[in-house]
């Protein structure tokens, strides 16, 4: 064990009394106590709950790092932890060989469940149509885009080609619009880190397809004035996007149609638990207001033969009447969506806004800890995530030789340098599957690695030191790209 280096707790340690890591369901037959043959007293069981577990085994059977094997503090990609009942549900035989192209007589439970997961996210959102079909966020924002786009121009208002998107939104907005052909015009944050009420309103002219509204936005923080921003859009004729990525704040506590958002994605693979990273895949569906759903991509999931008596309706595909057509091959990504309806499933109206409600607790209990040791531009109750300045006075160290000292702790750093507007930016995002011993361990870590800043910066620098490997370039990774399984002798490592 090297100086400064602190310990993995065993599961004895992490062990709390009180802490479960399953819950089964009411008993139909008499409790019976175990046979004392079975029992050993001197070996007592530790109380855990079962992402501790999963995470002690995970980690001694390999070292890729992975949100089973440590904190995943990843800002704004919400990385959650995925329960293992989920896969077990995605395995089910009749989920797992059933074909797309196989007549709808023989896919009525695949079918069945695509339709109510339509609903439920139709009653999670306010909204009221969704399409399950977007593969990820990003392609959710491209397919909702165009949904504003074909509303525009069937209303034969072609002139509606500026997109207004505040500097505080996700990375990705700019890009979806572009791609549509939009007119891109920045908006930037106050004092307070909303939207700029006044920089907004001078923009809303008859130009304005619409504005894509992070909310909560990159900074973590609910726009205090979103009431305001919804209404200034409307009143110029603009649609209203609602990036949907950091929905695990609002569950349960606010639907984005009751405020006035026009379209949105939900991102299956943040909010509801999904894998996520590592390739994929992702899910985003879309859900819409009504004046909006007969744009939506074809086909939807329907009942086209209503039940009758013991009979079930017969579920089938519905185009809308001004569709914009069909956005991915087939459904979707179907083993995501099964992952997800078995997360809200489980979780049920009072679980999912339990999850928001912890996950804003744990991001302002970590923002507590470490605002006096690293500045945060905006220091406010946050929601599910906050961005702190990762430099000090007097200090060349920065973000990245945080990040990369963070992993020789065992901790996954946070993202670096996004959002753009926060000099040297720390995105940090704990979520709700995170108890206090491990939201203070990371607070610990990043306690002792500022004052490494300040007492031995080149320890830094030249992170991570256990870690398999040492510092990558980056930079000549990017640019120098080798694509090949072996190296070419010339090239220099």
């Known amino acids: 064990m090297t100086e400064g280096q602190i310990v993995e707790p065993t599961l004895f340690e992490l062990s709390s009394a009180g802490r479960r890591g399953v819950t089964f369901p009411d008993l139909d037959v008499p409790r019976a106590g175990l046979p004392e043959s079975l029992l050993r007293p001197d070996l007592p069981l530790p109380e855990l709950g079962e992402v501790d577990v999963v995470r002690h085994y995970m980690r001694l059977s390999k070292f890729n790092y992975s ?11 919400t990385m959650k932890y995925n329960p293992k009942v989920n896969e077990d549900a995605a395995r ?139 209404k200034a859009v409307h009143a110029c004729g603009g649609l209203v996007y609602g990036d949907g990525a950091n929905l695990n704040a609002l569950l349960g506590v606010l639907r984005p149609s009751d405020v006035g958002i026009d379209v949105m994605h939900f991102n299956l693979h943040k909010t509801f638990s999904t894998p996520h990273g590592g390739g994929g895949p992702g899910s985003g569906p879309v ?61 049920g109206p009072d679980g999912l806004r339990a999850i928001s409600e912890y996950a804003v607790l744990n991001a302002n209990y970590l923002r507590a800890r470490l605002n006096k040791t690293y500045h945060l531009p905006h220091d406010r109750i946050c929601m ?14 920065r973000a990245l030789d945080i990040a990369k000292r963070l992993m020789d702790y065992n901790f996954h750093p946070p993202t670096n340098y996004f959002p753009l507007i926060v000099h040297e930016a720390l995105m940090i995002e704990p ?13 610990d870590v990043m306690i002792q ?11 830094l620098h030249n992170a991570p030191h256990n870690t398999p490997f040492g510092r990558m370039d980056e930079v000549k990774a990017a640019r120098e790209l080798v694509l090949c399984c072996w190296l070419p002798e010339d090239y220099e490592k």
């Not at 990762?390 to 200090?395: V, Y």
């Open 92 to 230: 089910l035989p009749g989920f797992a060989f059933v074909h797309p192209l196989q007549p709808i007589e023989t896919a009525q439970g695949a079918l069945g469940l695509m339709f109510e997961m339509q609903e439920w996210l139709k009653e999670i959102s306010g909204f009221s149509a969704v399409t399950l079909q977007p593969a990820a966020g990003a392609h959710g924002e491209l397919t909702g885009v165009l949904i504003m786009r074909a509303y525009h121009q069937s209303s034969g208002d072609a002139k509606r080609v500026k997109m207004l998107i505040p500097d505080s939104a996700h990375g990705t907005n700019p890009a979806s619009s572009g791609v549509v052909g939009m007119q891109i015009a920045q908006i930037p944050s106050d004092e307070r880190g909303n939207v700029d009420l006044a920089a907004l309103k001078a923009q809303c002219d008859e130009t304005v397809a619409g504005l894509m509204l992070t909310n909560p936005n990159t900074l973590g923080l609910f726009d205090e004035n979103l009431e305001e921003v919804i």
């Open 449 to 459: 690695i500022a004052q490494e800043a300040r007492t031995d910066p080149d320890l």
């Open 67 to 77: 949100v089973d094997g440590g904190f995943y503090p990843l800002g704004s990609c």
């Open 431 to 443: 979520t709700e599957t995170e108890n206090k011993d491990t939201l203070d361990r990371f607070a």
């Open 287 to 347: 859900g819409v207001a009504a004046h909006l759903a007969d744009f939506l991509p074809t086909p939807l999931i329907g009942i086209i033969e209503a039940g009758q008596g013991d009979t079930p309706p017969l579920y089938g595909y519905v185009t809308p009447k001004k569709t914009i057509g069909r956005v991915k091959a087939f459904h979707g990504h179907f083993g995501m969506i099964i992952r997800a309806y078995t997360y809200i499933a489980m979780h």
């Open 384 to 397: 599910h995530e906050f961005v702190a300045e990762g430099r000090f006075e007097g200090s060349d160290v």
